[in-house]
């Protein structure tokens, strides 16, 4: 996540304004601001009080506007806390190459941290059920998982040699004996279940929090039909201690689809760590925290999915 500093991806509040006027007149005199955080793959912006607008910023995020516009009404109904509802389609237009959106706003705070919860484990048990209402929708027609999805909802296998450069730059910072037999695991944990629908991108930055508890999911871009184990990383980057254990019993997963996930999470998080360690440290630290987290829960007394049925 970005913070809305104005003007990134050479998307600004004017060019949004322009976009709105000549293509949505209707709202051509209500103001654009910049979100106070910002995601990264496309950048939103408010608009007047109740729409924010939508725009991505390079085009291999193109895909998913097609896919949330279709997709969200579908979905929508079927799941327990609302979800962005798409107002308008946008086109290219005023030097801005790209389709985009306009949506009604939703009203919360991100989830960056634990201490904007109010009860951890219970907006883990939430959070678990929304994922069970999401997977239980009828998948037929559903896009399955690949390059729209950045392969969430595939095998990991994908980023095998991303992994393994990552552990190859980051020896000796971090435990990659172990970290190495953890991607390996996940590796040899095959699905097998029948595709289901899948987020992609349970993050923070992606849960609005209200009152303390889970209020609307945003960010659709990297959901489809699949694999549901990329759904689970929040198990360590959010939770730990009851909420982890509180999570892991709602959405009751087995042991292979715990393993699939913690390669998800380690993944992420070595290259993350790589990436940020001589230009971020609190980032490269947070990130060093979750491959931690992640090896403990690998070879703890708990192992991940013991709690469920066939785990």
């Avoid at 909802?153 to 435990?175: F, H, I, K, N, Q």
Wanted: a negative charge; hydrophobic letters at 45%.
């Amino acid at each position: 996540m970005t913070s809305g500093e104005d003007g990134r991806a050479g998307i600004d509040a004017a060019l949004v304004g322009r976009l709105i006027a000549a293509q949505f007149p209707q709202w051509r005199d209500l103001p654009v601001r910049p979100v106070a955080v910002d995601g990264w793959d496309n950048r939103t912006y408010r608009l007047g009080g109740d729409m924010s607008v939508r725009l991505p910023t390079a085009a291999g995020y193109v895909p998913a506007v097609e896919k949330e516009n279709t997709w969200l009404p579908l979905l929508a109904p079927h799941l327990p806390v609302p979800v962005p509802q798409v107002l308008a389609e946008g086109e290219p237009g005023e030097g801005y190459p790209y389709p985009w959106s306009v949506r009604g706003w939703l009203d919360g705070e991100t989830a960056m941290t634990p201490d904007r919860v109010g009860d951890l484990t219970g907006f883990a048990v939430a959070l678990g059920g929304f994922l069970l209402a999401l997977q239980s929708v009828d998948p037929a027609g559903g896009p399955a998982a690949g390059a729209h999805s950045f392969q969430r909802g595939a095998p990991p296998a994908y980023y095998d040699a991303e992994t393994r450069a990552a552990l190859a730059a980051l020896d000796g910072l971090v435990d990659t004996a172990k970290a190495t037999a953890v991607w390996e695991a996940a590796l040899a944990a095959d699905f097998t279940g029948p595709p289901v629908w899948f987020h992609g991108d349970i993050a923070g930055g992606n849960l609005l929090v209200s009152g303390g508890r889970l209020a609307a999911v945003l960010d659709f871009g990297t959901s489809g039909v699949g694999d549901p184990a990329c759904d689970l990383v929040i198990a360590w980057t959010l939770f730990s201690g009851r909420s982890r254990a509180a999570f892991r019993d709602t959405v009751a997963q087995d042991r292979p689809a715990w393993a699939r996930a913690r390669g998800w999470a380690l993944w992420k998080a070595l290259i993350s760590m790589r990436q940020f360690r001589t230009t971020d440290q609190d980032l490269a630290a947070a990130h060093a925290r979750v491959i931690a987290e992640v090896l403990a829960d690998a070879e703890g007394g708990r192992s991940a999915g013991a709690s469920v049925a066939g785990g």
